[in-house]
């Protein structure tokens, strides 16, 4: 596998691993109505960076298209957790831009 191959895989499980503790930590938030659409975005991306890990593994004539789609979510979810102070969404927008930037190197090699 490629090295831009490995990257991407090892970024797609530690953004899908931040969205979900993003995601379980927005749900305790006191105003869980302002946290709505972060709470979307991070179900949305876990799930598009699971199927884009599975793609890399499994050498899917389809992983590049994924891995854009992919890397669009996570720019998205990085967006919408960027606007929040709390701690979990700032260590998620981190990894979903780390990501987007891995998915976008792996196309394009």
């Known amino acids: 596998m490629p090295e831009s191959y490995e990257e991407c895989l090892a970024a797609c499980l530690e953004c899908m691993r931040a969205c979900n503790t993003c995601y379980d930590a927005c749900l305790q938030?006191?105003?869980i109505k302002m946290m709505v659409?972060?709470?979307r975005m991070d179900r949305e991306c876990a799930d598009i960076c699971a199927l884009a890990a599975k793609a890399i593994q499994t050498?899917?004539?389809f992983a590049p298209q994924i891995c854009n789609l992919c890397a669009e979510i996570?720019?998205?979810c990085g967006n919408e957790c960027?606007?929040?102070d709390m701690e979990h969404c700032?260590?998620?927008a981190d990894a979903c831009f780390k990501c987007a930037e891995a998915c976008r190197?792996?196309?394009h090699n």
């Open 29 to 31: 938030e006191d105003d």
């Open 59 to 61: 050498n899917s004539p």
């Open 90 to 92: 700032q260590k998620c």
């Open 37 to 39: 659409t972060c709470i």
């Open 105 to 107: 190197q792996m196309v």
């Open 74 to 76: 996570c720019e998205a």
């Open 82 to 84: 960027k606007k929040h």
